[in-house]
């Protein structure tokens, strides 16, 4: 949908901003740009909407030249929403949210229905529908630019820095509502950021600028991690890069085991017949209590108060190898908890099995990939 075709920004006093920057923005799917300060982010962004012109080269929406369509007409197919929000401080959020469909001559009751829908869609409870917006926490404040950036269905959404301001508690919550949105409404959105962690969560595809504003490298996230381009990618994407490429592999092939998961209250019998050194106690439903050493459990009466903690269970095929394998590191014992999604004990799984899965689902992307490409399994996105 979105072209940028070997554009330069050369500002007035000389920097140049972008140098001959070539990029196909995929439709319908989150697009980042990240890099550090001074990179020519923003400007890139600005020049899609037209808030800056290029110097050279040619930015084409859906084929065309986006010089050729007025710049009022190119800016209301395209919602932008920026740091700290950028809202109108005199008027209220339903007026905030309802600026562009009232521009559009929508009446009245029609642009206050469209603002109380949005505030349901990105998370606003609407009882905040009347207030200014220096009543709102700074989240809700980000909510409200993106309701404001969504009101009148633009298929394209601008969006610079948008939860840059916030802690990171709540900028986490902005990231899951952001990618929930984008599930339902299939926006084409570019988003700047200067925070690799969230380039990676939210991108479909993610271009790494480096200063100059000339392109490090472009892929989508898991092949950055696997594969950077060179020395300035490796380092910007900074330490861990094995293990947070472990979030794009599914846990689905681990196979539980069970022997060693019994109910509180087991005979005597049934304790004895296993193995296994520790043992997964649950309750009568099947969900976790805790682990206990299999010596201690004499007779089969468990005392709950003695079990060590079961630490956080992940569910196979669900959540992806980096959290089983951080559900192993985290456990006592050093086996992970698998539960279905109702939170029953489906088995438990040694940090050995998950090494092992690791090991073959880099066989696998390897050999699926060929040489030089990402495999397709390692683009998908794991919910974990
Ligand atoms: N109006 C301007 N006139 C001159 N130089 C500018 C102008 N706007 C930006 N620049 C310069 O262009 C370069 C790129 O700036 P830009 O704001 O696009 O970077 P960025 O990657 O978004 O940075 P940050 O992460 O700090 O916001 C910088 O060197 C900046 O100083």
Redesign the pocket.
Known sequence: MIRIDSVTKR???G?V??DRLSLDIPDRSITVLV??????????LRMINRMVEPTEGTILIDGEDSRRQPVTTLRRSMGYVIQNAGLFQHRTIADNIATVPRLLGWGKQRARDRAAELMERVGLDPSLAGRYPYQLSGGQQQRVGVARALAADPPVLLM??PFSAVDPVVRKGLQDELLRIQDELGKTIVF?T?DIDEAIKLGTMVAV?REG?RLAQYAPPAELLSRPADGFVEDFLGADRGIRRLSFFPSAALEPATDAVIPAGATAERIAATAAPHLLVTDAEGRPLGWAAREELTGGDVGTDRLLPYGRPFVPGVDSLRTALDSAVLSPTGWAVAVDGDGRVTGVVSQQTIGEAIRAAHTAAHTAGGAGTAGRAEDEKVAG
């Open positions: 500002y007035p006093d920097t901003a972008v890099g550090p300060s001074g990179c020519g982010k923003t400007t890139t610079d820095e700047v200067h600028l504003g």
